[in-house]
Every structure is written in structure tokens, then in C-alpha cells.
């Protein structure tokens, strides 16, 4: 058979199985694109030269060696020699989409934040759910944490509101996190997770204790993207037209509703369906069925803040909902996936230093040095031109600066515009409503020891107010399960702790270690 009537078989084919809405729509992504593909197009290389044959390559006789002549060769392989770039260093592994944030109440009294008024105004976003700790090959369902990151392209340029999917994190000083991520990523000698890190980190830092307790509940395998709600956790502050400040805190509700998977279920689809919440999210945006998110703030008085008995800028603390109720902003909602998933997810970054006129820091550490990280990290991971990439583009205000060049530059780079200010030809000036709010600070110079304030009052009311006897029983088993692998020091620590916690809960997590053997002996 020649080559050209293989293609047209292979056409034929192609077409009669073209629709089979029995199949899931991320399973039948191949036969959509096909179906558009209506014009024929001439294979080409890199360049745009035609290809003539892209099967057989270029060799000195029929069972000679290669040449280096070989371009078509040469190109392809090149390339292919570099497609990845580096894996996010942490939240390697994650899935995205586009869609909208709809206004539904004006919160002009606490941000002047264009993208909050007035109601019916509408947003454009993409945002990225992940996993923390697992490389980007690594299961949706491991037992972590979920970021929870949007990406706002407003009128006055990117906001990204970068979270989790809890409203609290494991430390709160920004010098632990390092040493927090390392003790969890594979030992450097092993090559393997390793318990007696985890657990060495965990019990040695109490503070820890809250944020643990969330992990080894059924809400640390939130059932898919779709079905878990999602924090700025950290301690931001609004300013509104006047200039007048507050602190806030950022929640996004699903409006799925909330479903964690059971510690045995998550673990079969481990193995089964390692990318089940990407699936889950492509297939339903895909048919249509688009999942939202409920918008609300808390909001802090700064003489409440000076009031309030715990620190508000501690990340291992909740402010109690009773006290600062949550007022609604709007809708987040999803409804396109990615075109490609490279350019489109792989390709964002999401930055907390990505901020818009109304919404400012607040003197939570944790947020202060994840300001510094994320950039940086981009500049690194994806370049230092990566905002000029269309995800990450502030297309709705166009860029006006004195930066220039760097490698990859895709726009015209500012033209013939001044790389200089100020000057005597440019007709730029500052814009007085983006002036960030004065604030006094006072106070010596030092590294201040944080680990001295409360750790486990907040983990008690959880454990007393929060969880079910049936969640109890849970948040025991799965941690007893991971913290038995772990040298008996640490889990005698772990006891410890958690009797602080509650009398309980010290004695139930004390009996399950008893009952378990650890899985690893040799
Ligand atoms: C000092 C504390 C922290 C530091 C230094 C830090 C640093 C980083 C870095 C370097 C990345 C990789 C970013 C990239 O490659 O694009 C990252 C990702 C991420 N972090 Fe953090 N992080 C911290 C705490 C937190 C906290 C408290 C949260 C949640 C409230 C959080 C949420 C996320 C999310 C959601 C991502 C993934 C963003 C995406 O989807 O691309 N991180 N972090
Ligand atoms: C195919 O084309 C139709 C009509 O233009 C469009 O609605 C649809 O989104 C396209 N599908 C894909 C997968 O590009
Ligand atoms: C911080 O305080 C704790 C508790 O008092 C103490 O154990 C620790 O050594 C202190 N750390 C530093 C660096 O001073
Ligand atoms: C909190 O943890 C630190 C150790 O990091 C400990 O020294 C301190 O006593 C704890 N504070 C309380 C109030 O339990
Ligand atoms: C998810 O897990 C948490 C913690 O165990 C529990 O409080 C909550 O009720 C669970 N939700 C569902 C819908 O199972």
C-alpha cells in the first residue's frame, strides 16, 4: 500500500469512531481536536521548511550510519532534549482553568480594589490546584495539603490570591519553611520520604500541632479539586478610597460542597487513578458542569487587632468566624480548560507580590517572606521575561515601566519609549489612588523567638468542637498509620504534644500506636 492511501485508511478510521459520548471528555480530547482539523497542512520543521519524510532518517547507505546533515532530525531531537523546565520546587504536581469572578456585594467600605466593585463586574482568572509535597508525576490523593491559587487579571493589573485549602499553615516563622519543605521531600542519601524527618520537624516545632491535626483528618484527601474550600490563610490588609486600613483574610467556599476521601479509598486511587482530581476537573468543565466558589473576607479592625488574644498575624491561627463573621465579595467560577495544558498551567506563576491598589501586606511574617520567594522562584523556573507569557500577562493594563531586554523577550519591548525615569520625553506619572497606606512601626532590630506563643489552644477547640467521633477515630488511625513508621523518639514526642492538645486524644493516638506494627521493618 503506498503511503498516501495508509493516511486516508487511517482518515476513514479515524472519523467512524469520531463520536462516543460514552467516554469521558478528557479521554476523548484527541477526537475533538480532530474533528476540527479540517484544512490539510504540510508537515515543516522548527523553521516552516516543508518536510518531506519525517519517519525514515537520514542514513549513508540503507544500513549505514547517520549523518549530521540529518536536519529535520537534529531539530526535532534538539528541542526535544529540552522540552521540561524545572518542576515547581514545591506544588509540582497540579491542574487549572480559566474562568470569572463575578461581583455579588460592593466591598468599597474596606478595599478600593477595582476588581470588588461594582457588583455585576466580572474578572477574568485562571486558577491552579496542587498538591505540596510530590513531584509532578506524583498522585493527586496523597495526603497534603491543596494550593489553591488564583490568578486575577484586572483592570490595575495581576492580583494573585495564592492559598490552600486550609486556612491555617504548619509554621509561622518564614526561616521554617525551608526546613519544613526538606523535611518532607526525599532523603538526600536514600532518596526516599523519610518518617524520622517529618516527625523530628513536626514534634520539635508544636506549632505544627493545628495544622496537623487538619492533615491526618479526612479533609487532608479532599475528594478531588472540586470539593474543598480555599484560604489566603495568611493575614493581608484592605485599604479603602480614603486611605483608611484593615486587616483581612481571604476565603473561597465551595459550592460543591465539601468531601474528603477516606484514607483507604485515597490510597486505591494512588495506584489506580493517580490523576484523579485533574480528570475530575477537566471532565466536569468539560461537559459543562462548571464548579464555583463563594467569595467571602474577615475583617480585623487594627484596634481589634491590638485587642485580639492571640496574634493576628500568626498563619498557625484562625480568627474564630463568631467574631469576624465572613462577608460575601462574589463568585469565583470555572468554566474553560486550558488549551494546552504547557503553556497555559505548567507556565504560570503565581506570586502573593502580585498585588493590585487596595489590597496591601500585613505584617504576618509568613506573607511578608513569601513576597521575596515566589517571584524569585519564577525568574528562575520560567524566566525573567515570564510575565510577558500570555498567562501570566496583565493583558487588561498595559505594562509601563523602565525594564528592558533579558532573554525571550516576545513583546516590542516598550518600542522607543525612555528605559529611564524621569525624563524629559515621556508623559508617565504615578497615580495618586495607587498609594499605599502609611503605617508606624517601631520596636529594636532582632530575630524575635515566635515559638513561645500558645500552640495547641486552637488545635483543643478543634479537636473538641470541630471533629465527630467518627473524625476522631479517623484523625488517630491515619496518623498513627504514618507516625509508627517513625523511630519510637518521635513518636513519643508526637504522644506528647498531642496530650497537650487533649487528655484524649493523647490517650487514643498512645493505644493505636500500641496496636500497630510499623510496615518498614526489615
Ligand atoms: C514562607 C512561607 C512560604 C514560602 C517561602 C513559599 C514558597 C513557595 C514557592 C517557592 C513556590 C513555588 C512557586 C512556583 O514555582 O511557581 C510555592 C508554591 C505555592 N505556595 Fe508557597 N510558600 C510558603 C508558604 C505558603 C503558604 C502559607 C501558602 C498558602 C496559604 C502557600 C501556597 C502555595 C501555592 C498554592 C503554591 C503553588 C502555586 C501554583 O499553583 O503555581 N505557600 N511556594
Ligand atoms: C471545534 O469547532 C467548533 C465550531 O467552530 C467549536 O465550537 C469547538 O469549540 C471546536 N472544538 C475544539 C476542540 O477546538
Ligand atoms: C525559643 O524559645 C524556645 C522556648 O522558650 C526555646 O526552646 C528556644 O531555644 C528558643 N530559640 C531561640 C533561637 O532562641
Ligand atoms: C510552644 O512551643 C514551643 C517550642 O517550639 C515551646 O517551647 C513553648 O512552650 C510552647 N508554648 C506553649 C504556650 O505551649
Ligand atoms: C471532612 O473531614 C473533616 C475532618 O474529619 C470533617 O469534619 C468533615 O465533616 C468531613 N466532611 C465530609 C463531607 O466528609
Redesign the pocket.
Known sequence: MSRTSSTLLLLFVLNAARIDSTREPAAEQLF??F??ESKQSTLTTSGGNPVADKSNILTAGERGPLLIEDLIYFDEMQRFDRERIPERVVHAKGAGAFGYFLVTNDIRPYSKATLFHPVGKKTPLVARFSTVIGERGSADTARDPRGFSIKFYTEDGIWDMVGNNTPIFFVRDPLMFISFIHSQKRNPVTNLKDFDSFWDFITLRPESTFQIMRHFSDLGTPDGHRHMNGYGSNTYKLVNEEGHPVYCKFHFLTDQGVRNLTADVAKRLEADDPDYSTRDLYNHIASGDFPSWTMYIQVMTFEEAERFRWNPFDVTKVWPENEFPLIEVGKMVLDRNPTNYFADIEQVGFAPSNMVPGIEPSPDKMLQGRLFAYQDTHLYRIGVNHKQLPVNSPFRSPVVNTIRDGPMTYTDNQGGAPNYFPSSFSKRSGCASAEQSRYRVSGDVARYNSSNEDNFSQPAMFWRDELSDYDRTALVNNMADHLSNAAPIFQDRMVKNVFEVDTKFGQMLHAALIRLKPKHLF
Open positions: 475533538k481536536y474533528e476540527n
